[in-house]
């Protein structure tokens, strides 16, 4: 089975740098997927990683410790319309690869 | 490209009726997902087609719930005799897989809220 921790909500300032972690425990692992949804919207396509280390993409940073199942998502000058829940999804390695969702961290940033 | 489209995108209905969504995926996917989402969780994965052939089905998947994809193309799911714990939202989404590569990127459909009464 699959078992994914990551905080329920966070809250930042405008401007601001948050990182959201999220541990998890796996029956096999090729790599781990993070998604932004928007309250009432579809899941949208954040990043992927498959090695260890750090994916940089704009504002949006994912980090991967295969060794430790351990990932975060760090988020830099943080704007109004970050607000949304952040969805860690590691993958399994056997069969589809289909990825599990964990439950999201609710971001809320104020001014 | 449209993207992925589901309908209807809300459907409001009794305990015991049957209820059928629709899911039209980017066209050139070769795979298509649902999901259910409940308040508070992120998408709890149901099934997945390969072109028209169904893969994989969640052992949580009640008899009751049953999808298509007949041409490879649109997938419908239907639930049967609905039950208040079916009110959630349905989430479709669809991905390339080309050559066994297993990094398919999934991007979502809408999603359609369903509310059992």
């Known amino acids: 089975g699959q078992n994914i921790d990551q905080p329920t909500e966070m809250t930042a300032t405008e401007g601001a740098i948050v990182q959201i972690n999220c541990t998890y425990q796996t029956s096999g692992f090729n790599g781990l997927f993070w998604y932004q949804q928007h309250a009432g919207e579809a899941p949208t396509f954040l990043s992927y990683n498959v090695l260890d280390g750090l994916e940089e993409k704009g504002r949006f940073s994912s980090f991967l410790s295969r060794s430790k199942g351990y990932s975060y998502l760090l988020l830099k000058e943080l704007q109004m319309k970050d607000s949304a829940s952040y969805l860690c999804?590691?993958?399994?390695?056997?069969?589809?690869?289909?990825?599990?969702f964990g439950r999201g961290t609710s971001l809320i940033v104020h001014p | 490209d449209t993207g992925v489209s589901q309908d209807p995108r809300h459907k409001i209905t009794k305990r015991g009726q049957n209820v059928t969504f629709r899911c039209d995926p980017i066209s050139e996917h070769n795979r298509l997902y649902w999901y259910r989402q409940t308040l508070g969780q992120g998408p709890e994965f149901l099934t997945y087609?390969?072109?028209?052939?169904?893969?994989?089905k969640s052992r949580l998947l009640s008899d009751r719930f049953s999808a298509e994809r007949p041409k490879g193309s649109f997938s419908t799911l239907e639930i049967q005799r609905t039950e208040q714990g079916d009110s959630a939202m349905y989430l479709c989404a669809s991905s390339l897989d080309f050559s066994g590569a297993r990094t398919d990127t999934q991007y979502f459909g809408p999603g359609t809220r369903l509310t059992v009464l």
């Open positions: 087609f390969q072109n028209e052939a169904q893969l994989e």
């Open positions: 999804a590691p993958q399994g390695a056997g069969g589809s690869y289909i990825p599990t």
